[in-house]
């Protein structure tokens, strides 16, 4: 494994510093290698004066650059080999086939948003040519397209130490579109983190771009973090955690003298709707697949199920039987990090501290606190109680999920309407239930920004048409995605040109479209 410097990089350079973090590895609490520089104020001004500087010349390279540049932090990730794995083991305590999977993503990730780059089509381009004649006045010629926003802030995040980190989509997202990225480094996977950023790094250096291109900086999210968001440079952050910390960084951006965009992923219980229908056909293959995803991971999914709301009687006792079937052997496993485990053992125990509470079912392995372990966990209520006390519906990172006794599939559906913004909601019907309570989907639209029939919201494609946010409190705007190649919308702004000579015009709005992208002209879309 590589030696670590432990230094922030700073638009080409690297910093050291007299305040240095050290880490223990979550799997068996030994103290790993590396002590990993704090930055200071001074620090942060210097890194984001570098991606102000660097946003203008970023913002007119070529759609060819910035695919080339995605492409080579590709390559470079790849090339770390092994290290990196081994490395995001030992701070994240994920196994290595889940972290090849994850680097896999990444990798994939940075190559969606370099053909997205190359193609050049995300600048929306719209034209409305000026009618000099029309009466009683002409029309101006109007063009208009999406440009960069600027310097963008990026949060790396604990669950997540490739594909929703350093290297991961919102990063990607941002280059792709012409945004310097500022980083700030997760503290529990910092070595993971200094490997990837130093790819990065190794690959501005390569495609020849701006040094302000790419910096990231270790800290205190309350310092750092806070910094990096009210500095006058930052245009917009993104960011992937906890409901809390999200909102302090909202809050700083909202009370800047120029308020900026934070696109804030926190928290979500992603309810699962058992419709009697399909408990009667497959309530054992339901259960068997619950448990699977709630457990995933040790539950430290964005979208695991945590709240399953069905109607009292046989049909869902038969679920919950199978469920207990599915997890009561299963071994527990270290979460991420001890502060996760310390956070997921008070959101446990307070929710069990609640009248009207109870255990369904949980794993009899004994956890080894040594080892940051925590063990699956279902817990049960009754409708009425869970409409009474609002802090049912709060999520417990980890494996738990609350099952919700309902009377009926009213009230399944009057329960559905007091749900807050969630990631996913989830429904497992035969079709006489979907066609019975298809009025269900449409609630359940009004809070989630993605629906699943009879499957499960573990797994979160990189796609096209993927979204991945929510209302308020799954995301800070549920306009948007933080996966898939529409999560490039966050990070710029349309500009209208107005009788603007075809020599000043961005090539993307020229007559006869160099750039070959698809617009729209007089309404029409298509290459012309």
Not at 292 to 318: E, I, R, W
Not at 443 to 462: D, F, H, K, Q
Not at 478 to 497: N, W
Request: with cysteine; glycine share 10%.
């Amino acid at each position: 494994m590589p030696s670590l410097h432990g230094k922030n990089f700073i638009a080409g350079h690297l910093h050291g510093a007299d305040r240095v973090h050290r880490i223990s590895s979550p799997l068996d609490g030994t103290a790993l290698p590396g002590a990993f520089c704090l930055a200071s104020l001074d620090d942060v001004a210097a890194a984001m004066r570098a991606a102000a500087a660097a946003a203008a010349p970023l913002a007119q390279t070529t759609g060819e650059a910035r695919a080339t540049f995605l492409e080579r932090i590709a390559d470079e990730i790849v090339g770390l080999g092994d290290a990196l794995i081994e490395r995001a083991g030992l701070e994240t305590a994920l196994p290595a086939a889940r972290l090849t999977g994850e680097r896999g993503r990444t990798v994939n990730q940075l190559k969606l948003f370099a053909t997205m780059a190359r193609d050049g089509s995300w600048v929306d381009a719209r034209i409305d040519r000026g009618m000099p004649e029309r009466q009683p006045l002409p029309r101006p010629d109007l063009r208009r397209m999406k440009r960069p926003l600027g310097p963008v802030v990026v949060f790396g995040s604990s669950n997540f130490p490739l594909a929703f980190s350093v290297a991961g989509g919102d990063t990607a997202s941002a280059l792709c579109t012409g945004n310097p990225v500022v980083v700030k480094a997760h503290r529990a996977h910092p070595g993971t983190s200094e490997l990837v950023a130093g790819a990065i790094q190794r690959a501005v250096e390569a495609c020849g771009l701006p040094a302000g291109t790419f910096s990231m900086l270790h800290g205190e999210g309350s310092v750092i973090g806070t910094a990096l968001v009210r500095h006058p440079a930052a245009r917009a952050v993104g960011f992937t955690g906890s409901r809390a910390a999200g909102r302090a960084l909202c809050d700083a951006a909202a009370a800047r003298p120029d308020p900026i965009p934070v696109f804030a992923e926190m928290s979500s219980l992603n309810p699962v709707f058992l419709l009697p229908g399909a408990l009667a056909d497959r309530a054992g293959e339901i259960a068997t697949g619950f448990a699977a995803s709630m457990t995933l991971g040790v539950g430290q999914f964005c979208t695991k199920p945590g709240l399953v709301f069905g109607v009292a009687g046989p049909l869902l006792d038969s679920f919950i039987a199978g469920v207990a079937e599915a997890i009561a052997g299963s071994a527990p496993a270290s979460m991420l990090s001890s502060d996760i485990l310390s956070a997921f053992e008070h959101g446990r125990d307070t929710l069990g501290g609640q009248a009207g509470t109870a255990v369904a079912t949980r794993s009899t392995v004994p956890v080894d606190v040594a080892k940051t372990q925590a063990a699956a966990i279902v817990m049960q209520t009754d409708a009425e109680t869970f409409l009474a006390q609002p802090q049912l519906a709060e999520e417990v990172f980890g494996p738990l999920s609350l099952v919700v006794k309902c009377q009926s599939a009213e009230q399944l559906e009057a329960l559905a309407r007091r749900l807050d913004g969630q990631l996913t909601a989830t429904v497992h019907g035969a079709p006489g239930d979907l066609a019975t309570m298809a009025g269900l989907l449409g609630i359940l639209a009004t809070s989630a920004g993605r629906l699943i029939v009879n499957g499960w919201p573990t797994g979160v494609e990189v796609c096209h048409a993927m979204q991945h946010g929510g209302p308020w409190p799954a995301t800070s705007d549920a306009r948007f995605t933080s996966v898939g190649s529409a999560a490039l919308e966050r990070f710029i702004r349309p500009v209208c040109y107005q009788d603007v000579p075809q020599s000043l015009l961005p090539d993307a709005l020229k007559d006869g479209n160099p750039l070959g992208i698809m617009r729209m002209a007089e309404g029409i879309a298509g290459r012309h």
